[in-house]
């Protein structure tokens, strides 16, 4: 079956510019994750949901990142006003559930990312 | 908090050695999952498998295993008779349900596998 995919694969923009990073996960997956991966920070958890519900958003890195999820399906991770440490792979990744839901259930699918440039 | 440590940066080895990548992990809470993925040079993650803290029993998968044991908080992997296509950067991560089971990873281990 079809696995986690990102779009768009490639982005580059301009400092100061808005950005969507765009996130379909594994069919029936209800839990969804946002994770960020570059050289100096290594890889970071960003926000998840369960459901459309995103219960802890404290890993967002200030308040130029934000995340919604519609229909528990597809999520979209904007970031306004980009700066040049934004720069990283997005990724995004998915699980049967969130909670514990049986053994195997939380394990987290990934996406091929989006490389993200600002300039 | 959680923390998880690979010490290890880079390694490289030659094609048909063995070799163990360390991770060493920790944590407060009583039930919590360890997971190892896989990072080739395509990029994309790939997960290689999944264990629960109340389960130390050690596992293989062909060439590759996983050597559990709470008492030292490690879960080290093992990949027998080395090949290249092994060559990739390797996560261990962390999880419990306190975070909705989000991972937290290790810096990763850079294994370079030579012909």
């Known amino acids: 079956g079809a696995g986690v995919s990102q779009s768009p694969s490639n982005k580059v923009t301009e400092k100061g510019k808005d950005v969507e990073l765009r996130c379909d996960p594994i069919?029936?997956?209800?839990?969804l994750y946002w994770y960020r991966q570059s050289l100096g920070q290594g890889l970071e958890f960003l926000i998840y949901f369960q459901g459309n519900s995103a219960p802890d958003k404290s890993g967002l890195p200030s308040d130029r990142f934000s995340a919604e999820r519609t229909g528990g399906s597809v999520s979209t991770l904007t970031i306004q006003r980009t700066q040049q440490e934004d720069s990283a792979v997005y990724l995004c990744a998915s699980s049967l559930v969130g909670k514990r839901g049986g053994l195997g259930t939380d394990t987290q699918y990934f996406g091929p990312g989006t490389r993200l440039t600002v300039l | 908090a959680q923390k998880v440590t690979q010490a290890q940066t880079e390694i490289s080895v030659v094609e048909k050695e063995d070799v163990t990548l360390d991770c060493v992990y920790e944590t407060r809470d009583t039930t919590y999952y360890l997971f190892w993925y896989k990072q080739p040079p395509s990029g994309e993650l790939v997960f290689l498998i999944r264990?629960?803290?109340?389960?130390?029993q050690n596992e293989i998968s062909g060439r590759y295993s996983w050597n559990f044991q709470k008492s030292t908080s490690s879960f080290n992997f093992t990949i027998t008779a080395s090949q290249v296509v092994d060559s990739a950067v390797y996560f261990c991560a962390l999880s419990n349900s306190n975070s909705g089971y989000a991972l937290n990873f290790g810096k990763g281990t850079s294994l370079l596998v030579t012909p």
């Open positions: 264990r629960n803290s109340f389960d130390e």
């Open positions: 069919s029936g997956h209800t839990a």
